[in-house]
């Protein structure tokens, strides 16, 4: 079979929803089956989703899994299914039944790729290279694999092989294809961050022109608490060109029609063969499948999307992320605190976008330093938005307060304290929406202010889901400006941009008060948390050593708060949370 045609679906699971996970795979087989694929792949651990984290610790939840594997199994008729799912015991390529062997310890598992055809398991691929850097642990639930299996598929030969696999330049690829595969289909579960699909194709073209041999890249797609999936499922032939290119960010089946004879004609033109170590060919397990004969059909032309640039694919993401983190944790509506500063603004638009005008409910909450243009421009936005905004004076509330706390602080001068009874207020208010209501807080802080601990820990920091918690300020503005491009008319009114940031807890208060101004904080941050330059690099780039000394001491001082506030999305290299774990207790500066 010279001509292969392959199906990638892009599909958005759902962690732990194993019978949810299973349907949407069995329909999506229809819809290979209906275009006449050979073959059909589905992302990395489809059917558990990923990560499954340690649901993997649950010995029902693993048993649950190699049930919902036989489902999918039963449905492979006519074509080769490749699906991500947990191996469990002592998984080989050669031993289609040992899918299901019993586990000899709970950790005795395997982050494998099922080969189904004919309604059965007919092999499996574990995942040999473990990634346990940033957002991964894989190492912490799996075991490396060893077999490389190739199935040769009515005359082509086809290696599978999973994700951090195919980042190795002497990884799987390069022995599977050494061994005759003139097609690599990988499977993936690749987390989003800006500039990362770019990256990733690059590195693609990299490994299928040193290895004359076709790679399918599948991707999932979805949000999954603070990761999210672009998708961008790639097909690279053997010249290293990207010749089909899936969706960004949404569900979608790529189908191609790939042409080994033309890998066997690069080869050919090469002329001498890449050998294989003889440790590495006892490795090698070939699996032969026959599939039916089919009547000839046209040539399918796979769609290439174009490519997203950084200010689009971070505004995607951070839609996606919103929209599934909702949808698969049961809320159906959000609650926004309005300032009618930038941050709450662009929240609140990326909530609309998500979610829709009927299920974000906005909260202003004026106190007694809120000035006149904030009102006016958290009612603009409302009109332009078509949300309901509530409007809560905090005045009394904290005057009571005050009165309260008077003879205790009687020798005290006011200062961040009574800055911070405001915040708070307003985070006992949303939360109050939240229980009454069952409607998800979405906080609005930034990630300029979550690493200098410009924030109320308890106060504005309060709430269930941090939509920009890693989008630096000045891209907040660059994303609000983006936005406004998009539609008949702009979303975020025009002095909301332009007006100097400000908290607006005292009088005449702006963040330059406290903090260098965005355009410097932004790069230091950047060097300090995402990059872990120290503070003499820093200052060799050209910033002040007295700036980068104070930033750094607060980004290290804000640890505490860090821990204790929401989870959010994750758009750059590095995000807090699973990226970047400090101590809390640490002497080292």
């Known amino acids: 079979m010279s001509t292969l045609r392959i199906a990638m679906v892009q599909m958005n699971p759902t962690v732990g929803d194993l019978s949810g996970n299973v349907r949407r795979i069995v329909a999506w087989i229809r819809e290979a089956q209906r275009a006449q694929a050979h073959v059909v792949a589905f992302p990395e651990l489809a059917i558990t989703g990923y990560p499954p984290e340690d649901l993997l610790f649950k010995p029902r939840f693993i048993e649950d899994t190699q049930r919902a594997l036989k489902a999918v199994a039963a449905e492979a008729r006519g074509l080769v299914v490749v699906v991500g799912y947990v191996g469990q015991g002592a998984t080989t390529a050669s031993s289609p039944d040992a899918a299901s062997l019993p586990s000899s310890g709970r950790h005795d598992l395997y982050n494998a790729a099922a080969l189904l055809s004919d309604r059965r398991i007919v092999a499996s691929y574990c995942k040999r290279h473990l990634p346990n850097y940033g957002v991964f642990d894989e190492s912490r639930y799996f075991h490396p694999g060893s077999r490389l299996p190739l199935l040769v598929l009515n005359g082509t030969t086809i290696g599978v092989n999973i994700c951090e696999d195919i980042w190795f330049p002497e990884g799987p690829t390069r022995a599977q294809a050494a061994a005759g595969a003139e097609v690599i289909v990988n499977i993936n579960a690749s987390p989003f961050h800006v500039g990362k699909s770019r990256t990733r194709e690059q590195m693609l073209a990299t490994r299928a022109r040193d290895n004359h041999v076709i790679v399918t890249y599948t991707n999932t797609v979805g949000g999954q608490d603070e990761l999210v999936f672009d998708g961008c499922s790639v097909i690279v032939d053997q010249t290293g060109e990207i010749v089909a290119r899936g969706k960004a960010f949404e569900e979608d089946l790529i189908v ?48 290439l999307e174009p490519p997203l640039d950084r200010l689009d ?270 101590p809390i207790t640490n002497g080292y500066r």
């Open 256 to 303: 191609a029609d790939l042409d080994g004879a033309a890998v066997a004609r690069a080869r050919l033109a090469q002329g001498r063969k890449k050998s294989l170590p003889p440790r590495v060919a006892a490795l090698i397990d070939r699996i032969d499948v026959r599939l039916p004969a089919r009547q000839s059909r046209s040539i399918v032309v796979p769609a």
């Open 313 to 582: 694919e971070a505004y995607r993401a951070l839609v996606l992320g919103v929209q599934d983190y909702v949808r698969k944790n049961g809320f159906k509506r959000v609650v926004i605190g309005l300032s009618g500063g930038v941050d709450s603004a662009l929240t609140a638009v990326i909530a609309v976008d998500a979610l829709g005008p009927d299920n974000v409910l906005g909260v202003f909450m004026p106190s007694p330093y809120t000035s006149r243009a904030s009102r006016e421009d958290v009612a603009d936005m409302a009109r332009r938005l078509r949300i309901q905004v509530d409007t809560l004076s905090i005045t009394a509330t904290f005057n009571s307060y005050l009165r309260a706390l008077a003879r205790s602080f009687k020798s005290h001068r006011p200062d961040t304290t009574e800055e911070n009874l405001q915040a708070r207020i307003r985070g006992n208010l949303l939360m109050a929406y939240s229980n009454k209501f069952g409607h998800l807080v979405l906080t609005t802080g930034n990630k300029s202010e979550m690493s200098v601990g410009y924030a109320t820990l308890y106060g504005d920091m309060a709430g269930g889901f941090a939509v920009i918690k890693d989008v630096p300020k000045t891209m907040v503005y660059e994303l609000s400006h983006l936005r406004n491009l998009v539609g008949p008319a702009p979303v975020i009114p025009k002095r909301i941009l332009e007006r100097a940031p400000t908290a607006e807890l005292r009088p005449d208060q702006k963040d330059e008060d406290s903090l260098p101004p965005y355009s410097i904080l932004d790069p230091i941050l950047k060097s300090y948390v995402e990059e872990d330059r120290a503070l003499e690099d820093i200052v060799a780039m050209g910033f002040e050593r007295e700036t980068v000394a104070r930033v750094i001491a607060m980004v290290d001082q804000s640890e505490y708060k860090r821990r204790q506030a929401p989870l959010g999305i994750k758009i750059t290299y590095r995000a807090f949370g699973k990226d970047r774990r400090m």
